[in-house]
């Protein structure tokens, strides 16, 4: 023991630290915490699509009633851009103007903190108000964050369009007032349908004939439609409140709105108009088509009727909802699709379909689960390789530490505020490949030193562990640095690309942490009969072996005839330039990130400048049409002359 302690002196820290692990039951208390905590984060740390970009974003929309184009470019949005470049941080400022209206966009560099740019914008125009022209009549900050896309879009149709789209919107905005009550349910709304609207169409002749004129038509509506308070009086010790109102609640009372009083008699509008209670005017359309796979869409609950048919197109509404900020896109879809079949049998008409055309919790959890698919399939990989080559003990030790890597990396995941994503998975699947290296390096030189016997067990181990130390080392190091570029990168692909800069170096680190404790550890306890089994027999001759004459074979001649080393060298300088070449001449597509098994995507019709909404929608329905051939195709959505849900593209 006095030997062995010696020894440790002279080989250093690292010896110290490996000694102390392999000797005491720190090791197994290590495994055991980290596994039971990554397990805890597993299920703690949110699950989303894509990773979170903070680019603070604000819309001021202007509403300028009466100017043109030119006028509301040249008074409001032009004078605001200058004001709005003023503030810290703001990369880009652009406006687009109509007549009657602006939209001055404000853009912050990303990674400035939104609430601290929401704050800036806002003080920036309080404090500019002078500067308003007289003609504004209005105008309001619209923030936009990337929370603000729906992880989950609800369809709601009719069968053989019993239901017009008018019908389907009060349904949906019947829906949503349910839906927004559901914890970490942020911002939500309804697309497609046109909205209630009592129209109030006056006749002229009948104007005429009561005397009145559309300016007191206009004034009555106005001061009728109110509800406020106006006053109070006393009586028998009781204060009393008078309000007057309510609104509007139905055409007949906005038919019964007195105008005047002729002769001492009342004229109501409905006298001098016609009162028209229906949908307001289109001015957009959106469907629903199906296409051949339709049998496999996911729906909520069952209509009564026939199921859609491949070709078949419906009027239909929207229902968009997306998730607070930091919160389980997972956990928030299941409990909207739960609280959607809660309502399909109580709110829902029996004949009206409510499909779910997106469903980005369900897609997040599926990726989660390939991960852990991924690293099952790595360990079984791993074992196999290394039973074949080292033993069934050895692999087994190897396999422990790819779990727990991955384990406390999605500690730290959880703790600095990472989200399962897309591209944290593709960081912790690149990882796999590079976390193993120093574990087998560590095994394979304990196995051979143990075959060796020439020093007792312990001894032997701290000294395979020893030779290996500063290699291993360097190069997990090496790798480490490859990766801290990645840091770096500006734009909106430095907060997308941070989980990978993130995820990769910290499973490297813990990789080699594990090689130091675990891996030493459980070589010590499960390895020792591989010393004992050559205990009586003679110390094995590594020049013997069947890999050492093998490569010894291939070796030996490079190193001693300088020719073929030469060529050796020139083979692999011409596959290095071949595989450059590939990237240069395009002949392997460049990508940053790997293909990804996407269920929905997004075609954005541009027609040409002047195209009518008919025209429009007609180009959309022959798309439609196609798309219903497509054998791959549930259904389809087109959204003409309004926009549609954005996705993570926008």
């Given at each position: 023991m006095g030997s062995t302690k010696t020894q440790d002196i002279k080989r250093g820290l690292t010896t110290k630290i490996v000694?102390?692990?392999?000797?005491?039951?720190?090791?197994?208390?290590?495994?055991?915490?980290?596994?039971?905590?990554?397990?805890?984060?597993?299920?703690?740390?949110?699950?989303?699509?894509?990773?979170?970009?903070?680019?603070?974003?604000?819309?001021?929309?202007?509403?300028?009633?009466?100017?043109?184009?030119?006028?509301?470019?040249?008074?409001?949005?032009?004078?605001?851009?200058?004001?709005?470049?003023?503030?810290?941080?703001?990369?880009?400022?652009?406006?687009?103007?109509?007549?009657?209206?602006?939209?001055?966009?404000?853009?912050?560099?990303?990674?400035?903190?939104?609430?601290?740019?929401?704050?800036?914008?806002?003080?920036?125009?309080?404090?500019?108000?002078?500067?308003?022209?007289?003609?504004?009549?209005r105008w309001k900050v619209n923030p936009v964050e990337i929370d603000n896309v729906p992880i989950v879009l609800l369809t709601l149709s009719s069968q053989n369009n019993h239901y017009d789209s008018m019908a389907?919107?009060?349904?949906?905005?019947?829906?949503?007032?349910?839906?927004?009550?559901?914890?970490?349910?942020?911002?939500?709304?309804?697309?497609?349908?046109?909205?209630?609207?009592?129209?109030?169409?006056?006749?002229?002749?009948?104007?005429?004939a009561h005397g009145v004129t559309l300016i007191e038509v206009s004034r009555a509506l106005t001061e009728t439609n109110v509800n406020m308070q106006i006053g109070h009086f006393e009586r028998s010790n009781r204060e009393i409140l008078l309000e007057a109102g309510p609104h509007f609640g139905s055409s007949r009372e906005v038919g019964a709105t007195v105008i005047k009083h002729v002769d001492d008699r009342p004229v109501y509008l409905r006298d001098v108009a016609r009162i028209v209670d229906g949908p307001a005017d289109v001015n957009h359309y959106t469907r629903i088509g199906f296409g051949p796979a339709v049998d496999t869409m996911v729906t909520v609950g069952e209509a009564v009727g026939e199921r859609p048919q491949a070709g078949q197109e419906r009027q239909m509404v929207t229902?968009?909802?997306?998730?607070?900020?930091?919160?389980?896109?997972?956990?928030?879809?299941?409990?909207?699709?739960?609280?959607?079949?809660k309502l399909h049998r109580t709110l829902i008409p029996h004949d009206v379909l409510l499909s779910v055309t997106r469903d980005y919790g369900e897609t997040a959890n599926h990726k989660v689960n390939e991960l852990v698919k991924h690293l099952c399939f790595a360990i079984v990989i791993i074992m196999a390789l290394l039973a074949f080559s080292l033993g069934t003990k050895e692999a087994f030790i190897v396999s422990i530490a790819v779990p727990m890597t991955l384990a406390l990396t999605l500690l730290l995941d959880y703790l600095f505020g990472y989200t399962i994503n897309r591209v944290t998975l593709f960081a912790?699947?690149?990882?796999?490949?590079?976390?193993?290296?120093?574990?087998?390096?560590?095994?394979?030189?304990?196995?051979?030193?143990?075959?060796?016997?020439?020093?007792?067990?312990?001894?032997?181990?701290?000294?395979?562990?020893?030779?290996?130390?500063?290699?291993?080392?360097?190069?997990?190091?090496?790798?480490?640095?490859?990766?801290?570029?990645?840091?770096?990168?500006?734009?909106?692909?430095?907060?997308?690309?941070?989980?990978?800069?993130?995820?990769?170096?910290?499973?490297?680190?813990?990789?080699?942490?594990?090689?130091?404790?675990?891996?030493?550890?459980?070589?010590?306890?499960?390895?020792?009969?591989?010393?004992?089994?050559?205990?009586?027999?003679?110390?094995?001759?590594?020049?013997?072996?069947?890999?050492?004459?093998?490569?010894?074979?291939?070796?030996?001649?490079?190193?001693?005839?300088p020719g073929r080393a030469r060529l050796f060298l020139l083979i692999i300088l011409i596959a290095f330039v071949g595989s450059v070449l590939l990237a240069v001449t395009r002949a392997v597509p460049l990508k940053l990130l790997p293909f990804d098994n996407k269920n929905e995507?997004?075609?954005?019709?541009?027609?040409?400048?002047?195209?009518?909404?008919?025209?429009?929608?007609?180009?959309?329905?022959?798309?439609?049409?196609?798309?219903?051939?497509?054998?791959?195709?549930?259904?389809?959505?087109?959204?003409?002359?309004?926009?549609?849900p954005m996705d993570f593209n926008g």
């Open positions: 000694r102390i692990f392999t000797t005491s039951q720190l090791s197994l208390l290590f495994l055991i915490i980290s596994m039971l905590a990554g397990a805890v984060a597993l299920i703690l740390t949110p699950r989303e699509e894509d990773p979170q970009i903070v680019v603070p974003v604000m819309d001021v929309l202007i509403e300028y009633p009466g100017a043109s184009s030119e006028e509301v470019e040249k008074l409001a949005a032009t004078p605001l851009e200058v004001v709005l470049k003023q503030i810290e941080g703001v990369e880009y400022v652009y406006s687009v103007s109509r007549p009657g209206a602006a939209v001055v966009t404000v853009r912050y560099y990303v990674g400035q903190n939104y609430e601290n740019s929401l704050i800036k914008t806002w003080n920036k125009l309080l404090s500019n108000q002078d500067l308003i022209p007289p003609g504004v009549t389907l919107r009060r349904i949906a905005d019947e829906l949503i007032v349910a839906f927004r009550s559901i914890d970490d349910v942020g911002k939500s709304w309804v697309v497609g349908g046109e909205q209630r609207r009592v129209s109030v169409y006056a006749d002229p002749a009948r104007l005429a229902i968009a909802i997306a998730k607070r900020k930091g919160s389980n896109a997972v956990h928030v879809a299941e409990d909207i699709l739960a609280m959607a079949g912790l699947i690149l990882s796999l490949g590079l976390l193993v290296d120093d574990p087998i390096v560590d095994v394979e030189n304990i196995h051979r030193h143990y075959q060796l016997r020439k020093e007792p067990p312990l001894d032997a181990l701290l000294t395979a562990v020893d030779e290996v130390r500063p290699p291993t080392i360097l190069a997990t190091f090496t790798v480490i640095v490859s990766f801290l570029p990645m840091f770096f990168i500006t734009g909106m692909m430095g907060p997308y690309m941070a989980p990978m800069a993130f995820n990769v170096p910290v499973a490297m680190i813990f990789s080699l942490i594990v090689a130091f404790t675990v891996t030493p550890w459980a070589s010590y306890k499960l390895l020792q009969g591989v010393y004992h089994k050559r205990e009586h027999a003679a110390a094995i001759d590594l020049k013997q072996t069947l890999v050492y004459r093998i490569y010894r074979a291939f070796l030996y001649p490079l190193l001693t005839t995507l997004q075609i954005v019709i541009d027609m040409p400048r002047g195209s009518t909404l008919e025209q429009t929608d007609e180009v959309a329905h022959a798309l439609g049409s196609y798309l219903a051939t497509v054998n791959e195709v549930t259904d389809y959505q087109t959204y003409t002359g309004i926009a549609s």
